[in-house]
């Protein structure tokens, strides 16, 4: 069903009220009365936005706008970790010591950059899903670069935004070849001329290489991971945080509604590749990307640095199901979004409360973290971070175990190989973290660290969260299975 | 008593969360509570062993629910003869390491909490009968463990745990490798044990999922060449964190190799053996040995001796013989009580001299008496002096083996001459010979180290003249394990 413009509004609710929050976010910076307030709007702006989203899960399947956005159970649940971790962000900001001055724009960029990653998750049309990205995409960039009297924050954006010029600049340049071989640029008649017609392998195969360059940056997969080390590093910690669970997500949404219901035939179960062969191209990035990103998080000394690391072999998990060509395959992705987000939000956090008591980020700095003051954020950074391993019964090795028993399941024996290797691999700079915080001891001239409430509810309810779904994880796992349901038409 | 296993898994996690409500500064609070929560599972673990009904080979008090619907994961657990014995041992050593614990100063409520959550995952993996929920409780060990190592262990702590942590996750992801294969090749899709033992070894890659696993227990056992982790971890961790290492987590890879390869994969178990368990057990036996005679420091000492004494359960294990895989089980047992003893003595003198160098002492049976009698007790019987329990296991295995490995058990008996070798000349070194002057003043052993070494000593004496006490409990279900493997031994040949 295609629907008007009109009746599309409806529709659109959760967008609606990210606009309206952007627009009053940046008035109400402009009046020195509720100018201390613009987080505290923001923050329910979006949670507003995620009733709106939950209130629309049950209205079926839709074309909007001319068939540009599409309204299904798939982005619904995207749109919900996007709010989720915009929720998380600002309540991050309205602790975090390093945001302080111009707090409309922040708050207001955040949100906006909110507003293109639903736009991604739902975008049904090669123009619009490129117009999302990009919007993303510039938001960043600005947050990124936030801290002005920063150098590192500065240099940060730079990069990233030559980096994603370029990412998006070859993206655009594969699409036009998608566009020229198929005539159209809607995902459902890209398909049924994939289906129907016969197009040169060859140039549907540069076309795609050229697209996933696009798709993998945002998602930070190798060899498009460079700019995610110095952004994580330069960027405010709400920010690195927001990057690394809501961008990367929101780059995951497109990868699987462009490569499944465009790219792929549904053969119930699992799926059919229509011309080139991109999954074993998928498959070798995943194995390199999170090869690539244990081994260079082994050796680092800055904690924000080996969470880049690290997110970007966890993109490198996650794309572990992406090849697979199965529903399993993207059941265990959209699970592993779930816990991703608990877990390294949590660490983020835990890095800010940190760096808010010491100023420090270097690894160094959290020397006997257990022993000084509130062994709390100790706590939870290694629940966090031994979830981010993958140890039972934590929510990440829920996670991986539903992404290798799909990569199993079709018999992709050494990508799992490789895939336990590497969980090895990470326990080992995961645990150095630990080790510092547990097994060392403070040397006596190191501020203490402690939590106050708003942050110690933000955490405790993400800590409880990953040890909760190591447990039970049943409900989750259901509404992942409903939501992956592309509507094609 | 329909919930004895999970009351038995589950009340030391309770006593995790009571542990971790009280206030930190109340040591002795913390230390009485988490003595007593260890005393209702090693009521039950006796009450399980005057109830367990003997002439059963399947599985018993058996609790099943389902967990997660969509795999197949179960919610189930139960014991059958094999692991009773590891219950029991698991049960006794938890009570007598808490009491040995008392000595712990430092960060006392972070010690006691994480050895309760060890003490439950301990447990649940010998009740554990779905091979997911058996994967938890095998790698919820791993945490407390490390923790535990790194944070009371010795000088270099650090490297040991760390180490400890790479090598058992590195066996354990194999193992979820393994589990995952066999949950796709079997039909039925299924985690639940009793299921898979059903299908008799029907199932695809069946030689990869046996190699695999053994890997993964082969670590935990250790076995040659994955055994470097274990003298680091035995030395460096505290006295009652390497009587557990020793007593019990050694036997989860016995055990797991038991319970999964042997009753599982049936076929592959009759074809692999010899070399992986048979060569392989003669070599742990020897190679542990020799190592054990050129050490200096006491606790590395038996910590090699450890790494030889589980050679002859792989070596028992291979024989497929009733008197051999009894044996081999009974030495399990038996390693447990006589390997938690020589810990807990070398905990003894080391708390007393602050150092564990056996030329370092001399005469101690003139200043010690007691507390020689009673490592006289313990270096006997894990030398296999006859009268003692570790006697009667060695013999079981070694008969059970020279039916089938007669090279192999002829080079396993003579090292046993290598054992009472370091076992007497470290007796002969520390206890006899003159007096050391810096030690005369040393106290003699005290009330609450004999409380935790005595129980053992009798266990050990009782064993040493009525196995059967152990053995019955095992036997049917054992000779049943041992059916299936000799039948498709058969059918091999």
Known sequence: MSLSSLQSLWYTLPEAILVVTILAVFIADLLPRSKDWVGEMALAGVALSLLATTSLADEPGAWLFGRMVVHDPFTIFFKVIFALAALATIWMSLGSKEITSNKGEYYGLLVASTLGMYFMSSSSNLLMAYLSLEFVSLTSYVLTGYLRHDRRSGEAALKYLIYGGVASGTMIYGMSWIFGLTGSMDFAQINSVLTHAQVNQLALFIGIVLTLAGLGYKVAAAPFHMWVPDVYTGAPIPIAAFLSVGSKAAGFALLMRFFYPALSHSLGGTWNVLGADWASLVLVLSMVTMTIGNLTALSQSNLKRMLAYSSIAHAGYILMGFV??????????????????????????????????????DIEGYRGLAWRGGAAPAVALAIFLFSLTGLPPLAGFVGKFYLFAAVIRQEFYFLALVGVINSVISLYYYAAVVRTMFLDFPQGDEAPVTVNVREGALMWSLCAATVVLGVYWAPVIALADRSLRFFTG | MNHILTYMTFIPIAGMLIVLSLPSKAHNLIRGVATAVTVPPLLMAIWLFVKFDRTQAGFQYVE??????????????????????????TALLALICMVASFGIEKAVKGYFALFLLLDGAMMGVFVALDFFLFYIFWELMLLPMYFLIGIWGGPRREYAAIKFFLYTMAGSVLMLLAMLVMYFAATPHTFDMTKLMALHGAIPYATA???????GFAIKIPAFPFHTWLPDAHVEAPTAISVILAGILLKMGTYGILRINFGILPQETAQLSYYFLGALGTFNIVYGALCAMAQKDLKKLVAYSSISHMGYVMLGMASFTPQGIQGAVLQMFNHGTVTAMLFLLVGVIYDR????????????????????????????????????????????????????????????????????????WTLQR????????????????????????????????????????????????????????????????
């Open chain 2, 64 to 89: 099943q629910y389902p967990w997660i619907s969509s795999f197949n994961i179960e919610y189930f657990v139960g014991v059958d003869g094999i692991s009773i014995t590891m219950v029991l041992l």
């Open chain 2, 430 to 493: 520390m206890f006899l010979g003159k007096a050391n002057e810096k030690y005369l003043t040393l106290p003699e052993i005290g009330p609450r180290e004999l409380f935790t070494l005595v129980p053992l000593g009798v266990i050990v004496l009782i064993l040493g003249v009525y196995p059967h006490a152990v053995l019955d409990l095992m036997s049917a279900s054992l000779n049943s394990l041992n059916q299936l493997v000799l039948s498709q031994q058969i059918a091999l040949q």
């Open chain 2, 209 to 215: 999922i046996w190699i695999a696993l053994f890997i």
């Open chain 2, 353 to 424: 001299a602050h150092h564990r160098d056996i030329e370092g002492f001399g005469g101690l049976a003139s200043i010690m008496p007691v507390y020689t009698g009673v490592t006289g007790l313990a270096f006997f019987a894990a030398m296999g002096l006859p009268g003692l329990s570790a006697f009667i296991s060695e013999v079981l295995v070694l008969l059970g083996a020279w039916q089938r490995y007669p090279v192999l058990t002829a080079i396993s008996a003579s090292a046993v001459v290598l054992t009472a070798g370091y076992m007497l």
């Open chain 1, 324 to 361: 697979v060509l199965s529903d399993e395959g993207l059941r265990a992705m959209m699970f592993y979004m779930v816990v991703y987000y608990l877990m390294n939000i949590g660490a983020f956090l835990v890095v800010m409360i940190v760096a808010n008591a010491t100023g420090r980020e």
